[in-house]
Nanobody, 117 residues
C-alpha cells in the first residue's frame, strides 16, 4: 500500500502563502489521482483539489479556485499544493490522498495550516 508523507504546514498571516508537499512511496503514475483535503475543527473533511495521474488535469473546490494550485513532480513522486492569498477560513488540517486505479484511497497523516487575521 502506498505511503504518503506530508510537509509544509505552518502559521501565516492572512494574505500570505504556504506550499504543502506530499511525497508518495510509489510511482504516482501507478495511481488514478492524488488530491488534497482539509478538515477544520469541528467540521467534516472536505475536498480541496485533485490532479489526475494520466494527463495531469486538475480540478479545484470553488472556495480555493484562483488562490490554490495543485501540481506534481513526477521524478520525485511528489504532489504540491501552493496556497496563496490565504484567509483565516483556510485554517485546517490538510490531508493528502492517493487514489488507486481500483478506487481505494490512502491518506497521509495531515499537516496543520493556521491563518491569522
Amino acid at each position: 500500500q502506498v505511503q504518503l508523507v506530508e510537509s509544509g504546514g505552518g502559521a501565516v498571516q492572512a494574505g500570505g502563502s504556504l506550499r504543502l508537499s506530499c511525497a508518495a512511496s510509489t510511482n504516482i503514475f501507478s495511481l488514478n489521482s492524488m488530491a488534497w483535503y482539509r478538515q477544520a475543527p469541528g467540521k467534516q473533511r472536505t475536498w480541496v483539489a485533485r490532479i489526475i495521474s494520466d494527463g495531469g488535469s486538475t480540478t479545484y473546490a470553488d472556495s480555493v479556485k484562483g488562490r490554490f494550485t495543485i501540481s506534481r513532480d513526477t521524478a520525485k513522486n511528489t504532489v504540491y499544493l501552493q496556497m496563496n492569498s490565504l484567509r483565516p477560513e483556510d485554517t485546517a488540517v490538510y490531508f493528502c490522498q492517493a487514489r488507486n486505479k481500483y478506487g481505494g484511497n490512502t491518506w497521509g497523516q495531515g499537516t496543520q495550516v493556521t491563518v491569522s487575521s
